[in-house]
């Protein structure tokens, strides 16, 4: 049995499924012709039953027979004109036969339980055979008391079977051949139905090895939009998914294009600066020492850059299940005033105001507090010395406020892509990614951030996040 599931489990999936429709119509047709073989055998032997039983009401049948059969069972005077079978018989001693009677039928221990029995009112059908082994119907009848030996005495009616099981014989022939042509009619049918309806399965197939031969991720399965079946949900999910892919590959490859090329700079002033101080040692022609801390101080800030550089991009390149395992319920007003240290440390000529009002949000408390910190280093840098910046917290808004140059109109839509830099701060430090980071930040915690030109000049940002006033119970 295991040898028979691990063959069928290894068919391919239409001739499975050809196989399931074969066996499923023929159980159905098996079914339908037993039970209509069984349902035309007891209406053949209905009739053949009454039959007999109208030969038994005959008038005179029960009469003569029993006093030819009592009074004087030695003589085998004529009685039926027929080819039935007609005797009697008692409890004792041999059957009395009707002459016309084409043989004698087999007596049984039950025929005699009808002389014996209680209840004699109602006859005794069954199957047996005559004495040349012929098969027969037989009633068996009680018919009363012999006066000569006080024993009972039964009539015992009897038709052939011949032509009964001769057209039973012809049905289960004609049933069989009916229903083997279902079967195999069933199993092409069957396969018809798994081959259109698995050739979208097909074109799946061929679309995802053609995926993995070519990496071509532009493959679409043209699915109809009225279709709401598997397949098409299937076909739908695979468009999707490549969909997603291609675009997540194009903005890989657009993020290590855009690190390229944000890295080559620092990178190519390190190497200037370190061959200087190699070319000073190797020479032995010293470089002025104020030269020289020059050029540590240049190599230490763009080390510094790299580094931060290299976090934005880990953080860019952070998985979403890494995120959301350290999702959790958090102070925004703890977060803004963690971030408002740092940022006071790193503009120490600046005025930087606060307003803040409790609000809880949920969210990473790291990548939460380093978008805050991006915000105001923003702020920071592009705000003239001895500026103000203004920070306010009210219901879920968080506004920061400086007085610096501001953003022209044309660059706003760009403010918040990758490696995006307004050509006036090109000269300033940072990798142009802090306000993806940002973006990114606040939109995995459900929340909107903008970029605008203040009144009065200078920029506002605006981060929106859905939380509360006051933190949730804590669950049990």
């Not at 047709?29 to 055998?41: K, R």
């Not at 190699?278 to 104020?290: F, K, L, V, W």
Request: hydrophobic content about 40%; overall charge negative.
């Amino acid at each position: 049995m295991r040898r028979v599931l691990r063959r069928y489990r290894s068919l391919p999936i239409r001739s499975r499924l050809a196989l399931l429709v074969a066996a499923a119509v023929a159980f159905a047709v098996a079914a339908v012709s037993v039970t209509c073989w069984f349902i035309v055998q007891g209406k053949l032997y209905d009739q053949v039953n009454a039959d007999l039983e109208e030969m038994a009401r005959r008038p005179g049948t029960v009469s003569a027979l029993l006093q030819r059969c009592t009074q004087t069972p030695q003589e085998n005077a004529q009685f039926f004109h027929r080819n039935d079978y007609v005797q009697a018989i008692k409890e004792e001693g041999a059957p009395c036969v009707d002459p016309n009677s084409p043989s004698t039928v087999n007596v049984t221990a039950s025929d005699k339980d009808v002389i014996k029995g209680a209840d004699r009112s109602k006859g005794f059908f069954r199957n047996g055979t005559d004495e040349n082994g012929n098969a027969v119907r037989v009633l068996t009848v009680y018919l009363g008391v012999d006066q000569n030996d006080s024993q009972g005495v039964a009539l015992q009616l009897a038709t052939p079977l011949k032509s009964t099981q001769s057209t039973l014989n012809e049905l289960a022939l004609i049933l069989l051949l009916v229903s083997g042509i279902g079967v195999v009619g069933a199993g092409a049918a069957g396969l018809a139905v798994a081959r259109a309806g698995l050739r979208p399965v097909d074109k799946l197939t061929d679309a995802v090895e053609h995926v993995a031969r070519t990496e071509d991720l532009s493959v679409r399965i043209p699915v109809e939009d009225e279709s709401e079946d598997e397949v098409a949900r299937l076909s739908r999910s695979f468009n999707s998914m490549t969909s997603a892919l291609a675009s997540s590959r194009e903005l890989q490859q657009q993020l290590i294009a855009d690190a390229g090329h944000e890295l080559r700079t620092p990178l190519t002033s390190l190497r200037t600066n370190i061959e200087l101080l190699t070319r000073s040692e190797e020479t032995g022609r010293p470089i002025p020492e104020a030269d020289r801390k020059a050029l540590l101080a240049s190599v230490k800030a763009q080390m510094t850059e790299l580094a931060a550089l290299i976090g934005d991009l880990q953080e860019l390149s952070r998985s979403e299940s890494q995120r959301g395992e350290r999702v959790q319920v958090l102070s925004l007003e703890d977060t803004v005033e963690s971030a408002l240290r740092r940022a006071r440390l790193r503009g120490p000529e600046l005025t930087i105001t606060a307003d803040l009002h409790p609000w809880f949000v949920r969210a990473e408390p790291a990548a939460l507090e380093r978008a805050v910190v991006n915000i105001l280093d923003n702020a920071v840098k592009f705000s003239p010395e001895g500026g103000t910046i203004e920070v306010a917290l009210n219901e879920g808004v968080l506004a920061v406020r400086d007085h610096g140059p501001g953003i022209p109109a044309d660059e706003l839509p760009h403010v918040f892509d990758r490696f995006w830099r307004s050509p006036s701060a090109r000269a300033l430090p940072g990798s142009g990614l802090g306000l993806s980071i940002v973006a990114r930040t606040v939109e995995q915690a459900g929340g909107q951030v903008t970029l605008a030109r203040a009144e009065g000049g200078g920029t506002v940002a605006t981060v929106r996040l859905p939380g509360a006033a006051t933190p949730p119970p804590e669950t049990p």
